[in-house]
């Protein structure tokens, strides 16, 4: 047994100690909030370290996607993925658009692109594909897609911090990108997230937006949302920059590990994410096959018998949900490789705090039925 629970991911945080100047910073400005030189301090060196055009920062990435979408004025139905988290298609709810689901790609667990074009309807006007697990997306078939049908991409890039294919970053791509810095996120900011823009214009835009619309102290030119980041949560993600090549290093040792441990195990896919030049190991899914001794929900009851808690990301699918019963496209089986990822995936703990001993340790739980990997 394992002497304390591991949980899927764990946050990173910097020394202590290195917090307090922040602090102290903030306390003799007495700027809480409202756009303060914390919040601009990081969005120049979040801009710098992910190499975009420009960054608009958010309380949280859920706001950072509703926001996006009332951005580009999106109404009508946009084509999204099923296999992720529940934000990505509340997002479209709460703009009251009808968020239209699309097949994944077995192999990358992403949108798939050849599904697309089939799903366009005279009321489509936009994609919303999730980089999953910080695997890109088939970002040039995409953008052909909605470049012939004149349609709006918007990433959901939650997953997607510091991940890079070979033209730089993977952010820079579609019309908007939305990361999210929640704690269980690589990079965090307690609670945040961002709006990648292509431009200045766009940018101040976005701005107005997530400060009610308003623009001085007479003007209010859109009905916006309270979206702002505190100057505490951005104090934080100026010392978690310092600090986040160092995590993302040890994160990778902990993917080697996996792979090293998880060799030869009958049943038991690892990923294999090719489109990524630079990765974040956000994230460890392994695929639980039939040939596997047990089923995918009987090793997760004895991970967490064993005070593992691994995660089912993500089950039940979106369009599973209560909420989405009346979505024409929540039926199963045009979302075949879809149901099959949420029955068979298993997200292993990841982060950069843990050791190579409680690696080991999951592993041999894992260990404990058959052998011959595959990969894919």
């Known amino acids: 047994m394992n002497d304390k629970p ?30 303060g030189p914390m919040h601009q301090q990081l969005e120049a060196a979040l801009r710098d370290y992910l190499g975009v055009p420009e960054i608009a920062l958010f309380n949280n990435g859920t706001i950072a996607l509703l926001t996006a979408l ?48 089939a799903a366009i309807t005279p009321r489509t006007t936009a994609i919303m594909p999730v980089h999953c697990y910080g695997n890109p997306c088939d970002v040039a078939a995409i953008q052909e897609i909605a470049d ?3 349609l709006k991409v918007i990433y959901d890039a939650a997953h997607a911090f510091g991940v890079e294919d070979e033209g730089g970053s993977i952010l820079r791509h579609g019309d908007l990108s939305a990361i999210s810095f929640h704690a269980t996120k690589v990079f965090n900011t307690f609670e945040g997230g961002a709006i990648v823009c292509p431009d200045a214009k766009t940018k101040r835009h976005i701005d107005n937006l997530k400060n009610f619309g308003i623009v001085n102290e007479t003007t209010v030119v859109a009905s916006g949302i309270n979206g702002k980041m505190s100057e505490i949560n951005a104090a934080f993600g100026l010392l978690q920059l310092k600090h986040i090549d160092c995590a993302i290093r040890r994160r990778e040792e902990v993917d080697r590990l996996y792979r ?28 639980v096959s039939h040939d596997y001794a047990v089923s995918r929900d009987e090793l997760y009851e004895r991970l967490r018998a064993h005070d593992v808690y691994a ?18 496209s929540r039926s199963p089986s045009p979302l075949s490789h879809a149901h099959s990822a949420a029955d068979e995936v298993i997200c292993l703990p990841i982060s950069a705090s843990l050791s190579a001993h409680q690696v080991e340790f999951i592993c041999q739980v894992v260990k404990e039925h058959g052998y011959g990997v595959s990969y894919g």
Do not use: C, M
Not at 99 to 113: A, E, G, K, M, S
Not at 279 to 286: E, G, I, L, M
């Open 148 to 150: 012939t049908y004149n």
């Open 260 to 287: 090293r441990n998880l060799e030869g195990i009958k049943g038991i896919r690892l990923p294999d994410f090719q489109a990524q030049t630079v990765s974040n190991y956000a994230y460890f899914p392994v695929r």
């Open 6 to 35: 591991i949980y899927v991911t764990e946050p990173y945080l910097p020394p202590l100690d290195e917090f307090i100047p922040y602090l102290e910073q903030i306390w003799a400005s007495k700027k809480l909030t409202n756009n």
């Open 70 to 117: 009332q951005a580009l004025r999106i109404s009508g139905e946009v084509i999204t993925t099923p296999f992720s988290f529940v934000a990505t298609g509340h997002s479209l709810l709460w703009n009251g658009i009808t968020p239209v689901f699309v097949d994944i790609d077995p192999q990358t667990f992403n949108l798939d692109p050849e599904k697309i074009e």
């Open 311 to 328: 995660r089912r990301y993500f089950y039940p699918l979106i369009s599973d949900h209560a909420v989405y019963r009346g979505a024409e």
